[in-house]
């Protein structure tokens, strides 16, 4: 992974499509179908919020940088399911 950059997976536990990001998404839906379900956070990205709907909308999340989200049930943040867009803090 690299450090300044936000890991996205399809599914959970780091499976599934994977794309990377380094700027803000307002539909994860366009580059990941159905969404967001675990994540890496580089350790230089940053912190990053996380929305249960497009636009920045409904639920959010703080994910911090250097940390891993395998799920929506993380220990470390309720991760909404799926994520749907996603902006840096």
Not at 5 to 15: A, D, M, R
Request: glycine share 6%.
């Amino acid at each position: 992974m690299a450090d300044t950059k936000v890991t996205l997976f399809g599914l959970p536990n780091y499976e599934g499509e994977m794309k990377m990001i380094e700027t803000d998404c307002p539909d994860l839906r366009a580059i990941l179908s159905p969404g967001m379900l675990s994540a890496k956070v580089g350790d230089k990205a940053g912190s990053w919020r996380a929305y249960s709907a497009i636009n920045y909308e409904a639920t959010e999340v703080i994910l911090e940088a250097g940390r891993s989200y395998p799920t929506n049930e993380s220990k470390r943040a309720a991760i909404p399911a799926p994520v749907l867009s996603i902006r840096k803090v």
